[in-house]
């Protein structure tokens, strides 16, 4: 780097990141011209526990490997278990574990886009955000009994079922939220703040998506119409009417409007399981040994694409099993988010890949 | 479920290894997967090419033990790509003491973490990597540290150093446990 700029060290602990991460940035004046990432300040070693746990203790380890996306991490588990072992998930699990995933979903969805609203200095709106997602988080408590982690898979389908209590109520607060998520919509999207602060800036391009193999609402912002629900359908998606939402401008307001859209979708595809869920058992009670062997699964978590790999040698414990989350593919893209970006920008287009440094690292 | 997608992949493959040489399963949801084994490494810069170009997408990558805990020497590695909706893993087996591959970096940028990943966690030497440096581990841990068994318990301990059991146990006789290699 020339004389005229100079390292802007950003973390790894640092009031605009929610997690440790270390970002060497070289500025010119406030213009940044370059990005170096140096993680690891969280590695917890997830994927050595894995292989000295059974499988069913597995599945309480990987709900703890994020907060947001705690229930996509078990199901997608499971799904590979069930692949490589044979099971068939009953229908009515099938729809119950689609919920599970699509509540959190909308907190999750809700979550990022209020702390990018609290990094524009627009504090009521983040305070309005994260009281709408209250109605989530009081959702959650209420059928499944934890504001976060909602034990609901397991390995053969769900854990609890939602009846005729439980029922009505997620509906009444799905009717509670509508309106209210609307309302957000359109604060976002033509709020003078939000819009000067968040348009054009941390720019991805479709060919740059592509070249970084991004996943999840950072590639459908840019245009890349993938979404691992229409792609590789999983549980009852096939059946249920809903829309990928996409864009192509790229920035950090259309990766927002773009979440927040998914969430009123999910709020759609809630109400159609709700309507459609069949009756029946909602797991099996024998569950056959795990032949050895290799099996994959996806699913489409709130930051995209989960991928899990499951290989075994026949024992209770897997001989390995990888996981590899939505966020470990979109942080090198933030080297051509970032580029020529100004210094006061930097918090915000990091925070629009909506980074999980707990997942990355495991 | 994706036609398209297989035949792309059947075709790459096929090109450099032969017919047959992918095999596939499915889910109940009819998506595919299909499956390929090399036995040589240095395979892998014959068919990232042609996945490359029918516009494959690196998903991920594997890096296993033949045995978890090293007791069996051996390791391979799965590369985990997407054809449109279709996943296509490749498995590769390494030659031992040292096991090394090439990069794929050329063909996917993308492989730039994954690789920097196993290299670190199983003691694997990647071959004309850009950047071969750690990714996660600091440098002061040993290499191929996923190669090992550490003890659940000895996680479990929060084993750090001997210095924090000392202060624990201060004035009082410490525990054998406390002076397990891992603690020192």
Same mark, same amino acid.
């Given at each position: ?8 060290p ?9 997690e440790?991460?270390? #970002? ?7 213009? %940044? ?26 599945v ?7 907060s ?10 499971? *799904? ?16 119950l ?13 809700? #979550? ?13 709106? #983040? *305070?309005?955000? *994260? ?5 989530m ?5 209420g059928?499944?009994g ?16 939602i ?5 009505? #109520?997620?509906?009444?607060q ?20 939000i819009?000067?602060?968040? $348009?054009? !800036? ?27 629900? $229409?792609k ?13 939402q ?17 969430? %009123? ?17 909602i797991?099996?009670k024998?569950?056959?040994? !795990? ?37 470990? *593919? ?18 915000? !287009? ?6 999980? !440094? ?5 | ?28 949801n009819?998506?595919?997967? @299909? ?13 990232a ?15 296993y @033990? ?7 020497? @051996? ?16 498995s ?18 993308n ?11 199983y ?34 301990? @929060?084993?750090?150093?001997s210095?924090?059991?000392e ?18």
């Open positions: 780097m020339t004389s005229t700029t100079y390292t802007l950003v973390g790894p602990l640092h009031v605009a990141l929610e440790p991460m270390y #970002f060497d940035i070289q500025v010119e004046g406030e213009t %940044v011209r370059s990005v170096e990432l140096a993680a690891g300040h969280v590695h917890r070693g997830m994927e050595a526990l894995a292989m000295q746990r059974n499988y069913f203790q597995n309480t380890l990987t709900e703890r490997v994020c947001l996306c705690s229930n996509s991490h078990p199901c997608t588990y499971c *799904m590979a278990v069930e692949n490589l072992s044979g099971i068939l998930v009953p229908q009515r699990a099938q729809y574990r689609v919920i599970a995933d699509e509540v959190k979903r909308i907190a999750s969805h809700l #979550f990022n886009v209020g702390i990018m609203a609290h990094l524009t200095g627009f504090d009521s709106l #983040f *305070m309005h955000a *994260m009281e709408i997602r209250e109605i988080q009081d959702a959650k408590e059928v499944y934890n504001r976060m982690n909602l034990g609901q898979c397991i390995i053969s389908g769900c854990r609890r079922d009846d005729d209590s439980t029922g009505p #109520f997620l509906l009444g799905l009717e509670l939220l509508k309106p209210q998520l609307d309302e957000l919509y359109g604060v976002f999207e033509r709020d003078p703040l819009r000067t602060r968040t $348009r054009g !800036i941390g720019l991805l391009s479709f060919e740059a998506a592509k070249r970084h193999a991004v996943v999840g609402p950072v590639a459908r912002a840019s245009g890349v119409a993938y979404d691992v629900r $229409r590789a359908p999983y549980a009852v998606y096939p059946d249920l009417d809903f829309e990928v996409t864009d192509t401008k790229g920035d950090v307001h259309s990766r927002a409007l773009l979440r927040l859209r998914e969430a %009123v979708e999910s709020v759609k595809i809630i109400k159609q399981c709700l309507r459609q869920m069949p009756e029946g058992p797991n099996i024998a569950i056959p040994p !795990i032949p050895p062997g290799e099996a994959v699964a996806r699913s489409e978590a709130p930051r995209g694409e989960l991928f899990y790999y499951l290989r075994s040698d026949g024992k209770d414990t897997p001989q390995r099993l990888k996981w590899r989350v939505p966020t470990y *593919m979109n942080w090198e893209a933030l080297q051509d988010m970032l580029a020529n970006c100004q210094v006061a920008d930097i918090a915000l !287009i990091v925070n629009s890949i909506d980074p999980c !440094i707990s997942c990355t690292e495991r | 479920m994706n036609e398209q997608g297989m035949q792309s992949a059947e075709k790459a493959v096929s090109q450099v290894l032969g017919a047959g040489s992918i095999t596939w399963t499915s889910d109940v009819g998506n595919f997967f @299909g499956w390929v084994k090399l036995c040589d490494s240095k395979s892998l810069l014959s068919i090419p042609p996945l490359a170009e029918i516009g494959a997408r690196l998903m991920t990558v594997t890096a @033990g033949n045995d978890k805990f090293g007791r069996i020497a @051996g390791h391979g590695i799965a590369y985990h790509f997407d054809l449109d909706g279709v996943v296509v893993t490749v590769v087996c390494l030659p031992d003491s040292p096991p090394r591959v090439p990069s794929i970096t050329p063909w996917f940028q492989a730039d973490w994954n690789e920097r990943e196993f290299a670190e966690l003691g694997i030497i990647l071959e004309d990597h850009p950047n071969p440096r750690r990714l996660f581990l600091d440098k002061g841990l040993d290499a191929a540290i996923l190669d090992r068994l550490v003890p659940l318990s000895t996680m479990m301990n @929060g084993a750090s150093t210095t924090l059991w202060k624990v146990f201060a004035g009082k006789q410490l525990p054998e446990w406390t002076k397990g290699e891992n603690n020192s």
